[in-house]
């Protein structure tokens, strides 16, 4: 079945420091989503992403949806100590866009050391 | 402020006792979905509902684990007997005529 892959599992930084994750589909996807889970937490949608190569921007995060609509990627610029947390990207189960379900990938880890 | 919410939050239990995990949806939305989070696993859909009406149970295994969606207000997760391999965070996600989803905090069980 669809796979999702993302990488890396873990990140360290230092506060300021910019961040990227980085996300892999097996097959392509229709669109892709975004999620934040801080420690102890529940995952938090942040973004959706539909268009071949769009990129979206929220304050300090960028969002970007490759060409081929396979892969995707998060870069975080000058990371707070409130960015903490495992963020996930996660693609539709079937062609149905995502109302059948989403698989999610294992989550980046983001430590930040102050 | 519409939430998921889930009850009980945290669940600890013997081996072989029965657990129901509970979960109210955002008022309006149509599809039920149940996570389990496992740091060896990460996030796994063991069903989802659709105005009530179960569509996909695959991932829950069909011996011990159940889901209902008795009415619109309420879905139900149930494990009959729980196994220690069950200990982890079950998550309710809803969603409705767009396909992000909202999840509830979760209730972390522990089996002993």
């Known amino acids: 079945g669809q796979q999702v892959m993302q990488i890396p599992q873990y990140q360290h930084v230092q506060e300021g420091e910019d961040f990227t994750t980085y996300c892999n589909s097996s097959?392509?996807?229709?669109?892709i989503q975004w999620y934040k889970q801080r420690p102890g937490g529940h995952p938090v949608f942040l973004i959706q992403l539909v268009k071949s190569g769009e990129v979206k921007k929220q304050k300090r995060l960028t969002f970007q949806f490759g060409e081929a609509k396979k892969n995707s990627s998060l870069h975080i610029t000058a990371t707070q100590t409130t960015d903490v947390g495992t963020y996930f990207c996660?693609?539709?189960?079937?062609?149905?866009?995502?109302?059948?379900?989403?698989?999610f990938g294992k989550g980046t880890h983001l430590i930040i050391q102050p | 402020d519409a939430r998921v919410t889930q009850t009980p939050r945290h669940k600890v239990t013997e081996m072989g006792q029965e657990v129901t995990m509970r979960c109210q949806p955002i008022?309006?939305?149509?599809?039920v979905f149940w996570y389990r989070q496992t740091m060896m696993q990460g996030l796994e859909l063991l069903a989802y509902f659709r105005n009530r009406a179960p569509l996909d149970d695959s991932g829950m295994p069909k011996d011990r684990f159940s889901a209902e969606m008795p009415d619109a207000t309420l879905a139900t997760l149930k494990i009959q007997p729980s196994e220690p391999r069950d200990s982890a965070v079950y998550f309710c996600a809803t969603s409705g005529k767009t396909y992000e989803q909202y999840f509830g905090p979760g209730t972390r069980l522990t089996v002993t």
């Open positions: 008022l309006g939305h149509n599809t």
């Open positions: 097959t392509t996807l229709s669109n």
């Open positions: 996660a693609g539709p189960r079937y062609s149905g866009g995502g109302a059948d379900g989403l698989t």
